[in-house]
C-alpha cells in the first residue's frame, strides 16, 4: 500500500458556493476532495471509489442526508461520514449521530470546527482494527455481549452517549471503554463525579478560572473541559447537577467553547461527551429536577447496563474472574466455593451489582481460614436472599430508587457500627474511597449519626 497516497474526501452538498469552500478548505489540509450536489451521484461516488471520509449536507435535492447516512452504514460501514445542518438544527443533527454518522457542523460553517470535524473523522478511519477490549467486560450473557456489540460501534463515533444502570454495574467501565477502543485513545479521560463537587465551585472545577478572580482563587486553573481537550469527558451521576450549571454545561456542550471564571473570553474545546446516572433521567426531566434540551444533548445514544440479577450466567465467570484478581493482589492461592456458597449467591438479589459482589468477596476472602469459602463467610443478608424468593423484597409501589438507598444506608451503618464509627476503616470495609463514603453520607444524610 502506497503510504502517501492523498485521503480522499466526499462532498455532498448543493450549494456551489459551499461546496467550493470545503473542496479549497480540504485543499489546503492536503486531502483531495470530489464535490458532488445530490444523493444520486454520492451514491455513484461512493461505488466507483474508495473514499476516507464523507461530508453531506443534510437538504439535497433529490433526497435526505439521513438517507446517504442510512446508505453508507449498510454499503460502507467503516466510512466515518459527517453531516452539515442548517443553523440551529439540533434535532436534524441528533436524528444524523443516532443513525451513524460520528459528529456534524452547523451553518454558517467555522472553518477552524470545520478542520478539527474532518480530523476527527480521518482519526477513526486512521485508527483500523483494535484489540477487542471490548472482551474485558466479564459475562456470557446476550445482555453483556449486545453491550460489547454497541460499545463497539460507539467507539467509532464522537456521538454524546448516555449509560444508565444502577449503582454498582459498571457505567465507568464502559465509559473507559468506549474511550479506550475509539480514536481519542490517546488523549485524556476525565472523569468526575458531578454530585461530589460543591455547589459553589462548579464552574470553576468545570470551566477553570482566572488567579484572582475569587477568594481563593491563588492560581489560574484550567477546569475539567480543557484537561480533556481533545479526549474525553465522563459525567458520572450527572442528574446530580444543579440546574443552574445545567445551562452552562448545556452551552459548552452546543458552542464547544468555555469562558473560565473571572475570564473576558471564550477557550475552544473538543471533547467527547460521556455521561451517567443511577437514576431515571427520563423520570428526573418530567419532575422539573433536569432540563430536557440538556438531556436530549446528552442522552444521543443510551447504552444500557443490566444490573447482574437480570443476567445470572454472568455469575460465575464474574466469581472466578474477581476472586482470582483479589488472589492475585494478595498473594493467596485461589479458594474453592463450596456448594452452599454457590446457592446462596445463586439466591441473592445483589441490589449492588457488580460492586456489592466484589464486596462480599473481599470479606469472604478475609473470613475463610481454609481453602474453601462457604455461605457463612459471605455473610450476605438473609432478608433479601428470602424476599427475592418470594416476591416480597421490595414493598408494593415503593421506587427503585428509595429501596435500593435504603438497602445502601443499612449497609454503611454496619460498617460504621462494626468500625466504632471510624470512617476510614468503614470505606476500606465497604471496598470504597473515603471521598466516595463521605459523599455517600452527606447524599443519604446520614453525615449528622454519631455512635450512640
Known sequence: MNDSRRQQVLVVDDEADLRELLVITLGRMKLEATAVEDVARARQALESRDFDLCLTDMNLPDGDG????????????????AV???YGSMETAIR????GAYDFIAKPVSLDRLRQLVEDGLGIGRQGPVEDQA????????????????????ARSQAPVYISGESGTGKERVARLIHRLGPRHDKPFVPVNCGAIPSELMESEFFGHRKGSFTGASEDRKGLFREADGGTLFLDEVADLPLHMQVKLLRAIQEKSVRPVGESREFPVNVRILSATHKDLGREVGA??????????????????APLRERPEDLAPLVEYILGRLC???????????DDAWQALRGYPFPGNVRELENILERALTLAEGARIHASHLQLRTDLAASEGNGNGRAPGQPLEEYLQDIEKEEIRKALQATHWNRTAAARRLGMTFRSLRYRLKKLELDQEEEH
Do not use: C
Open 135 to 154: 472482551q474485558e467486560l466479564i459475562g456470557e450473557s446476550e445482555a453483556m455481549e449486545q453491550l460489547r456489540r454497541q460499545i463497539r460501534k460507539l
Open 288 to 305: 422539573d429536577r433536569f432540563r430536557q434540551d440538556l438531556y436530549y444533548r446528552l442522552n444521543v445514544i443510551e447504552a444500557p447496563v
Open 328 to 338: 492475585r493482589e494478595w498473594d493467596m492461592p485461589v479458594p474453592e466455593l463450596a
Open 84 to 86: 452539515i445542518t442548517a
Open 96 to 99: 444524523a449521530m443516532k443513525e
Open 66 to 81: 439521513l438517507d446517504l447516512v442510512r446508505h453508507i452504514g449498510q454499503h460502507r460501514p467503516d466510512l466515518p461520514v
